[in-house]
T-cell receptor, first 116, second 116 residues
Framework: AQKVTQAQTEISVVEKEDVTLDCVYE???????LFWYKQPPSGELVFLIR??????QNEISGRYSWNFQKSTSSFNFTITASQVVDSAVYFC?????????????FGGGTRLMVKP | GAGVSQSPRYKVAKRGQDVALRCDPI?????LFWYQQALGQGPEFLTY????????KSGLPSDRFFAERPEGSVSTLKIQRTQQEDSAVYLC??????????????FGPGTRLTVL
């Protein structure tokens, strides 16, 4: 069975603050993918990043960075210098690697509110 | 646009009515997924198609839920005798399938179903 936990249901920050969204996962698979998606008020899920379980190298993309630690089964997401446009619900997700029908298992989401 | 489209975007049904939700995947995408997202929660897997074959329907909550993809392109999710607990956003996603090394899923905007 697979499980993704996002313990923070809601975070509120003031613009330009840094914020970290936590994600902890459980899986019996030895190989898997981890994802982050953004869901703005319009409702469409926007893909942000995918990591495979072989690659624990952290990644930075502009103001976004991700910290994957297999030892603690965590895949945390940091937004540096947050902006109002970052306000959305963010989902962490997990899927098996290499299977047909690699369904995504999502966490419950973290609602981020960035105030001006 | 070349993205995943869903119709209708909003549907209000009286309890006991049947509804049909449509998904148009990205052209050429082999895999198609349906997810259910209850208010304030993460999406949950319902069912998966590879071309016209429904390979996994383990997430369908009851036998009132039925999905089809007869020609391997457009898919319809049908809910019979709707109940209030069926109220949710129904998300469709498509991916290239096994031909893609990453099987990234692209999501549609969803159909928000409200059962009165």
């Amino acid at each position: 069975a697979q499980k993704v936990t996002q313990a923070q249901t809601e975070i509120s920050v003031v613009e330009k603050e840094d914020v970290t969204l936590d994600c902890v996962y459980e899986t019996r698979d030895t190989t898997y993918y981890l994802f982050w998606y953004k869901q703005p008020p319009s409702g469409e899920l926007v893909f942000l990043i995918r990591r495979n379980s072989f690659d624990e190298q952290n990644e930075i993309s502009g103001r976004y960075s991700w910290n994957f630690q297999k030892s603690t089964s965590s895949f945390n997401f940091t937004i540096t210098a947050s902006q109002v446009v970052d306000s959305a619900v963010y989902f962490c997700a997990l899927s098996p690697l290499g299977n047909a029908g690699n369904m995504l298992t999502f966490g419950g989401g973290t609602r981020l509110m960035v105030k001006p | 646009g070349a993205g995943v489209s869903q119709s209708p975007r909003y549907k209000v049904a009286k309890r006991g009515q049947d509804v049909a939700l449509r998904c148009d995947p990205i052209s050429g995408h082999v895999s198609l997924f349906w997810y259910q997202q209850a208010l304030g929660q993460g999406p949950e897997f319902l069912t998966y198609f590879q071309n016209e074959a429904q390979l996994d329907k383990s997430g369908l909550p009851s036998d009132r839920f039925f999905a089809e993809r007869p020609e391997g392109s457009v898919s319809t999710l049908k809910i019979q005798r709707t109940q209030q607990e069926d109220s949710a956003v129904y998300l469709c996603a498509s991916s290239l399938g096994d031909f893609s090394p990453y099987n990234e899923q692209f999501f549609g905007p969803g159909t928000r179903l409200t059962v009165l």
